[in-house]
């Protein structure tokens, strides 16, 4: 009797942890069962007393906040003070920096799943398609990429002038001041239709556009400086440039050795503060054009010409380009993509402190304010250059696997193209999915900042793997470039997105998870800033609030993954449909992300920052159930298209697959032994179940982008793919077209030739014979022709005489040892 009484108190525990019950629920339900056991159990009377004492000692202490305080919350917080991580002014500033979104419900373990089905689908404004279907068209026609990087090293002057006159340098400047203003999302549309035709093009669109002086000044500049510069920087008048890396502080930006000092100095001949800079800095996109550079460095007040404050910090100001002391115009060559990119030196320039961006009130804010703008910022530019190159990648190697034969069958039977040609559709899904999900989010008017790290980290390293798939299947005709590839500048240019505004390796190790802990959990922010404050007694009744909360989370969290796991997520709440069983494994995966979170920051505290091979899993983890419900979201705002859900069960299945992997790499590597097999058990009770797509469904997949089917078109628009005369996307579909519609005339041909009626040769050489014997009419030896004329267009490549190429090699001698002064 006494074990049945006790499997119903914990069937009881674990109901009221799995549904999160409130404190007066859980006292209420305990009462309840106590009642109930003292009137029909037979437990002796000192049993019922001891289970009354007991339950009732724990239900005070917590009822009453004097006891909860001095027994649990005061001893916890002490200790907490003595372990807390040091954190310096920077890593302060990212963290505060941004708004918490979708990625916050994940980390609650419980995601609302019509949350997340209620945001709004991205859309474009009539304005923003005009913009999408005229002057991105024209432009994406006018470029020859080979031209633009092979000879001349920069886009030709009519492009520069295009540029301006149509405002691609005023996407997110308001309307005010003459800009565009448009939404996030038809920003990133709007680079990725460019970044597919050429990255050099695309990235001195995207620079203007991103984090600089425009983003800046619209956020934090004074009236004054948004006047005169917006204007000008919105018509091209100005070329902006943003100065924030150098040779020691690169992903170390609180490295920096750049500095001014305030001072008194001389400018349009008259005596003003100001600042005297002294400054390198490298790898400065559109550096060696530029008429505007924003400058951040580190401030130093040593004669307290502004305040108190000897050491102001890191400070952002608008310095024109032709100053004295000022060395700007050499440029770096990253990868054989052209866009202007360069140093900047400077050795004591002197500014009136009223250059600083915003005034003098914002010296020492310069790193909140670039974090505040990266929030947003960075979920745009570099993924819409991975998704640009992975739409056409994807787009033209469907059709090069169909149009391409080897052994007298087009390539795409082969199950060795089939493979990478399904990743490279799941993959790009995948992209397609986050980075419009998060444009829409940051279109609500968050700055998702932990999202945005995801988006950009996860979105360029699959287009770095689409990429890699596309020149594998390409062959030869992917490395040999030339005015004919398509995908070769693009495959050199991968390192650049991977690298710039946060390198991929520092994003996923520090900032995923490191940064989102902090800002997702939904108590340990609370908690260190509870830790932080210096008043004794708001400090404390903070920290016992946030601390009771997570207390009660951690064990719903332990119950949640236990209970989901044994029932493999089937009890779980979500939306009715085909894809029902992903959200609730994606509920169970979430739960158990919390659990491994709060379990982690537990047992490792302040060192957990340190031990990187933990937090980065932990981020892949909190990544790819972002991945999944953008995945699922994408899905839903396309209309729930059944021919697509082949490609979503691949990209659902590879992100669960994906998610159960990096559990278990965690858990094998926990420093922790002895809690190793109690999280295997809570999390994997029955075992680890999921695996990679099936060879079946990647068929389906692969089948799917080598046909002209709804699926491919959808999953690659947005690719500039219009047929006109040098666009090799367009000629590819071309080809495609003429190859299905010749695909049955050959196959008749094939079954000739295997009846002994036509002799063994090419196709040409069947389709002639055919036609003598008048087993094919005029019209189908004609549709034969057209395809194979097709055909052997798209799968030629360039060749060269050695004086075109050394042509180049000179070029690049040239720029290597003179300085450019190209002004656009």
């Known amino acids: 009797m006494g074990w049945i009484w006790l499997l119903s108190f914990l069937l009881l525990f674990g109901m009221l942890a799995y549904n999160r019950a409130k404190l007066n629920i859980w006292t209420l339900a305990v009462v309840v069962f106590l009642l109930l056991m003292t009137r029909i159990s037979h437990f002796s009377g000192l049993g019922l007393f001891s289970a009354w004492l007991v339950c009732f000692a724990i239900l005070l202490t917590l009822h009453i906040t004097s006891w909860r305080y001095k027994l649990i919350s005061r001893p916890v917080f002490h200790f907490y ?50 913009f999408l279907d005229g002057p991105v068209e024209i432009l994406c026609s006018m470029i020859d990429d080979w031209d633009i990087t092979h000879n001349r090293a920069d886009l030709p002057p009519e492009m520069w002038e295009f540029l301006k006159r149509e405002g691609f340098f005023a996407l997110i400047i308001t309307r005010e001041y003459g800009g565009k203003e448009f939404s996030a999302y038809a920003h990133s549309q709007i680079l990725t ?32 400086q948004k006047k005169y510069y917006l204007p000008r920087l919105a018509s091209g008048e100005e070329i902006p440039c943003f100065a924030l890396t150098g040779p020691e502080a690169g992903s170390d930006a609180g490295a920096m050795s750049d500095n001014g000092i305030v001072c008194m100095g001389g400018y349009n001949g008259k005596e003003v ?4 800079l002294n400054f390198d800095k490298r790898y400065i996109t559109l550096a060696p054009v530029a008429t505007v550079i924003g400058l951040a460095f580190k401030l130093y007040d040593p004669d307290h010409l502004l305040g108190s404050k000897k050491e102001l910090g890191i400070t952002c100001a608008l310095i024109p380009r032709n100053l004295p002391g000022m060395s700007i115009g050499r440029r770096h060559f990253p990868v054989n993509i052209v866009f202007q990119n360069g140093p900047i030196h400077g050795k004591d320039v002197f500014i009136p402190i009223d250059w600083i961006i915003g005034g003098a009130e ?104 689409v990429c890699n798939d596309a020149m594998d299947i390409h062959g030869g005709k992917g490395i040999c470039l030339g005015p004919k590839n398509y995908i070769g500048r693009m495959y050199e240019s991968i390192p650049i997105a991977i690298t710039v505004e946060g390198a991929n390796i520092l994003t996923r190790n520090l900032i995923i998870f490191g940064q989102g802990a902090m800002r997702c959990h939904p108590y340990v922010f609370a908690e260190f800033e509870a830790a932080r404050n210096k008043d004794p007694m708001e400090s404390l009744v903070a920290f016992d609030k946030a601390l009771t909360g997570h207390i009660s989370f951690t064990f719903s969290n332990l119950i949640r993954s236990l209970v989901l796991g044994l029932t493999n997520g089937r009890i779980a709440m979500a939306p009715e449909g085909k894809t029902k069983r992903y959200f609730q494994q994606a509920t169970r995966f979430s739960a158990a992300f919390a659990l491994l979170a709060d379990i982690s920051m537990l047992v490792l505290g302040g060192s957990l920052k340190r031990k990187e091979f933990i937090s980065a899993r932990l981020g892949d983890i909190l990544s790819e159930l972002y991945l999944l419900s953008a995945v699922l979201k994408h899905y839903h705002n396309q209309g729930k298209n059944g021919d697509d859900l082949p490609i979503v069960r691949w990209a659902g299945l590879t992100c669960l697959y994906t998610i159960q992997q990096k559990v278990d790499e965690l858990l094998k590597n926990f420093p922790a032994r002895w809690l190793r097999g109690l999280l295997r058990i809570l999390i994997f009770p029955l075992g680890k179940n999921f695996s990679k797509p099936s060879d079946k469904l990647s068929h389906k997949v692969a089948q799917l982008m080598m046909d002209q089917t709804s699926s491919r078109y959808r999953l690659t628009e947005g690719a500039f793919v219009t047929a006109v005369e040098g666009n090799m996307p367009g000629l590819l579909e071309e080809a495609l077209t003429k190859t299905i519609a010749a695909e049955p005339i050959e196959k008749t041909l094939k079954i000739a030739v295997g ?11 069947l389709a002639r014979q055919a036609f003598a014997k008048e087993m094919i009419t005029r019209d189908q030896l004609e549709i034969v022709l057209q395809a194979e004329e097709a055909r052997q267009r798209v799968i030629a490549v360039d060749d060269f005489s050695s004086e075109d190429l050394e042509h180049g090699i000179k070029r690049n001698k040239t720029y290597a040892n003179t300085e450019s002064a190209h002004l656009p």
Not at 107 to 118: A, C, M, T
Not at 199 to 217: W, Y
Not at 755 to 765: C, Y
């Open 81 to 130: 003070r003595k372990v807390m991580p040091t954190m310096s002014r920077t890593e302060r500033e990212a963290l505060a920096a941004g708004t918490v979104g979708w990625e916050g419900e994940l980390f609650r373990g419980n995601p609302h799943w019509s949350k997340l089905l209620g945001y709004p689908k991205p859309t474009l404004s009539e304005k923003e398609k005009a």
């Open 193 to 224: 239709k460019v970044y597919g035709k050429s990255a050099s093009v695309a990235t001195t669109i995207a620079v203007p556009n991103s984090l600089g002086p425009a983003e800046l000044l619209m956020h934090y500049g004074t009236t004054e």
């Open 273 to 276: 503060l100001g600042i005297r």
């Open 362 to 465: 914002m010296a020492g804010q310069g790193w909140r304010m670039l974090m505040e703008c990266l929030a947003a910022g960075r979920a745009i530019s570099l993924p819409a250059s991975s998704m640009g190159g992975a739409k056409v990648a994807m787009y033209t190697t469907g059709a090069y696997a169909r149009v391409r034969r080897q052994f007298n069958v087009p390539i795409g039977k082969f199950e060795g193209i089939e493979e990478p040609l399904a990743r490279m559709a799941g993959y790009t899904y995948i992209m397609d999915a986050t980075r419009s999900f998060t444009a829409a989010v940051i279109d609500t008017g968050e700055k998702p900042a932990i999202a945005s790290a995801i988006t950009k980290y996860h979105v360029t390293e699959l287009g770095r793997v």
């Open 755 to 765: 009846e002994g009626l036509l002799e063994h040769g090419n196709v040409l050489a």
